[in-house]
């Protein structure tokens, strides 16, 4: 069963959400969207190193962030409510040098008030890179 509240959605249409984002600037582009996740990937370069010349682990966070908000952001109607990041942690597993990094969201809970994604990182040998839990507050919209 899909999640979307609008099934339609498309990569391209998430894609362009990127523009001025920090998404943007570190490279992140959205992949696949399936019945009950959404993926994307993000360069390991000069954006999105840190100095010993690894994947920066602030960079997986904001991977990992990005795609968990996105994804709440297209499980709700946004006419009526909108969503922000409350809690993310994130486990750092294996160092990354080049390539591509490739992470997926899949919901643990979607309630009325809050949603809980895991995310996973992925290197292009598709092991395991870093683990990350995002709990996103749903708030309603006030009337202007």
Not at 5 to 22: G, H
Not at 68 to 77: C, E, K, L, N, R
Not at 92 to 105: I, M, S, W
């Amino acid at each position: 069963m899909a999640i979307w509240f609008d099934p339609s959605i498309t990569v391209s249409q998430l894609q362009q959400l990127a523009p001025n984002t920090m998404g943007g600037h570190l490279g992140m582009e959205f992949t696949e969207i399936g019945a009950n996740f959404l993926k994307a990937r993000m360069p390991v370069d000069d954006r999105t190193r840190q100095p010993y010349g690894l994947l920066h682990g602030g960079a997986s966070a904001a991977l990992a962030e990005t795609l968990g908000s996105v994804a709440s952001a297209h499980v709700i109607d946004r006419s009526r409510y909108y969503c922000v990041g409350l809690e993310i942690n994130a486990n750092h597993l294996r160092p990354v040098k080049e390539g591509y990094v490739y992470g997926t969201a899949s919901p643990l809970h979607l309630g009325k008030t809050t949603h809980v994604w895991d995310i996973r990182i992925h290197d292009e040998k598709e092991k395991l890179v870093c683990v990350s839990r995002l709990t996103v507050a749903i708030l309603k919209l006030q009337a202007v």
